[in-house]
Every structure is written in structure tokens, then in C-alpha cells.
């Protein structure tokens, strides 16, 4: 009797090599698993998010790229991680992508497509989302959205206390940002720079 062809003989169950990322407010580094290194300017990019497959996996696609059109010169394609993706069927129709795709962990694909997607801008964002942003953040920036972060959390004191705030102080609003910290080098950065601005806060309305 002939032996048969797998069934979806490409779909990738193997766990791909991760790239790794690095954020700052105006630029994105990417260092891929064979030590090359490559950084994007984002200033000026244009970005586009869909589903998509890749080795006959559903992963999420985040492209970043310079034009009108894509794809073009110097385009970035980000992937979710196929090994984490369902087996997609033949009979789905999703673009495909290149084979390469930079993998990048599903987090990271998140907070990525995020910042891209709100104009990489840090105002208005909550303590969550600066923790989260922090860490895929460079050193440099992950101090910057700590200084944020202090601004955020003294807000949300004034608007529960009051100004003659007692012992309430910053930490139960910077919870998402110690929780990221003790998983990540760059948010604990983060913190660090917040309860230095807190600090720092506490001094001058002493000083007044």
C-alpha cells in the first residue's frame, strides 16, 4: 500500500527563534536570532496589522513600511509565533508571509502594534499600558515612561485623596508597573525613574 503525504506536512510545530525588540519614542531595534541587528526609524512609517499565515499556522502580521504601497524597500514584517498559532486549513484564504519574518513573542506583537496604532504617543495612557510599553522600552525610554508613570500615579492620588493626602502615597497605583518589574529588566528601569520623580515630588511640595 503507497504511503500517503502527511496531512499539513509544513505547519510548523517546532518553537521558532525569537527576535528580539527594543522601543524607543522614535525608533525600533530589532536584534534577530542569528545576532544580526537592523533598526527601523519610525517617524514618518506606515504600519498595517492583519491575520495572516505562516508554515500553515495563523499568526497575527504587523507591517511596517515606508510608501504608499506595500510591500516596499526596507518593509519590517513582524509575525505572532507560528508554534503558539492553530493549524490553519488549505481551504483558508489569509496572505501568506515571507520566510523572513521576524517572530516576535506575542506580548511584545501587542504592545508594538499598540503604540504604533495610538501614534507613539505615551500621553493619556494608563500605568498598565506604560508597564507593559516599558518593557520592550530601551533603557533611555523605559526612564521616560517611568517619569510619566509618577505623573500618572500622583494624579490618580490627588483625584482619590485629595491634597492633604496622608500615607496613600504612590504605590498602590504603580502595582502594574512593580508586577512588570520583576519580570523584566527595563520596567524595573521604569520604576526606578517613577519613584525617583516621586520623590522628587514629594520634596518640592515640601519646599513650597
Not at 502527511?6 to 518553537?15: D, K, M
Not at 533611555?140 to 509618577?150: D, N, S, Y
Request: aromatic share 6%; glycine share 8%.
Amino acid at each position: 500500500m503507497p504511503r500517503c503525504a502527511p496531512l499539513y506536512s509544513n505547519a510548523t510545530g517546532e518553537r521558532l527563534p525569537r527576535t528580539h525588540v527594543s522601543l524607543s519614542e522614535s525608533s525600533l531595534f530589532l536584534t534577530f536570532p542569528d545576532g544580526r541587528w537592523h533598526d527601523v526609524a519610525l517617524h514618518g512609517c506606515r504600519f498595517r496589522v492583519r491575520d495572516a499565515t505562516y508554515r500553515q499556522r495563523f499568526v497575527r502580521h504587523l507591517m511596517i513600511y515606508r510608501g504608499r504601497h506595500e510591500p516596499s524597500t526596507g518593509q519590517v514584517d513582524l509575525i505572532t509565533p507560528p508554534d503558539e498559532g492553530s493549524i490553519a486549513p488549505r481551504a483558508v484564504r489569509l496572505p501568506g508571509v515571507s520566510e523572513g519574518a521576524a517572530v516576535i513573542e506575542t506580548a511584545v506583537w501587542e504592545a508594538l502594534a499598540d503604540w504604533l496604532s495610538r501614534g507613539g504617543r505615551v500621553a493619556g495612557r494608563t500605568i498598565a499600558e506604560l508597564a507593559r510599553l516599558s518593557c520592550i522600552a530601551t533603557p533611555q525610554f523605559a526612564v521616560t515612561l517611568g517619569a510619566v508613570a509618577a505623573r500618572v500615579a500622583a494624579e490618580l492620588n490627588w483625584e482619590k485623596c485629595g491634597p492633604m493626602r496622608g500615607s496613600g502615597g504612590i504605590h498602590n497605583p504603580l502595582r502594574p508597573l512593580e508586577d512588570a518589574a520583576r519580570r523584566s529588566p527595563r520596567a524595573a528601569d521604569a520604576l526606578r525613574a517613577a519613584m525617583t520623580a516621586r520623590a522628587t515630588q514629594r520634596y518640592r511640595r515640601r519646599s513650597c
